[in-house]
Nanobody, 123 residues
Framework: QVQLVESGGGLVQAGGSLRLSCAVS????????MGWFRQAPGKEREFVAS????????YYADSVKGRFTISRDIAKNTVYLQMNSLKPEDTALYYC????????????????WGQGTQVTVSS
């Protein structure tokens, strides 16, 4: 099993930045792909970005390309989501997730989830 714990959310003004962290523990996860998703009230869970733990291949949603950067620190067993130029529409609960199926964007392809961290962007 894989355990995921997110942190780093908060309240920020539009145009600001936040860095989310996802601490990963449990079984050997070199084969996993890690993803970030978000869910706003009344909306479906939405893919944000993913990264292959071993090779670092990366995939972004169009809505965050050029503003968000996903990365991982193998020594610290942590995945990051650097969010710049934040907009009010980025407001959501952000989840870290893991999958064995490669760079996927569907929530159903991910079998392990964290509890989420809230990001609120004020206008």
């Amino acid at each position: 099993q894989v355990q995921l714990v997110e942190s780093g959310g908060g309240l920020v003004q539009a145009g600001g930045s936040l860095r989310l962290s996802c601490a990963v523990s449990g079984r050997t996860f070199s084969r996993y792909t890690m993803g970030w998703f978000r869910q706003a009230p009344g909306k479906e869970r939405e893919f944000v970005a993913s990264i292959a733990w071993s090779g670092g291949s990366i995939y972004y949603a169009d809505s965050v390309k050029g503003r968000f950067t996903i990365s991982r620190d193998i020594a610290k067993n942590t995945v990051y989501l650097q969010m710049n130029s934040l907009k009010p529409e980025d407001t959501a609960l952000y989840y870290c997730a893991a999958t064995l199926y490669g760079l996927r964007s569907r929530p159903n392809d991910y079998g392990w989830w964290g509890q989420g961290t809230q990001v609120t962007v004020s206008s």
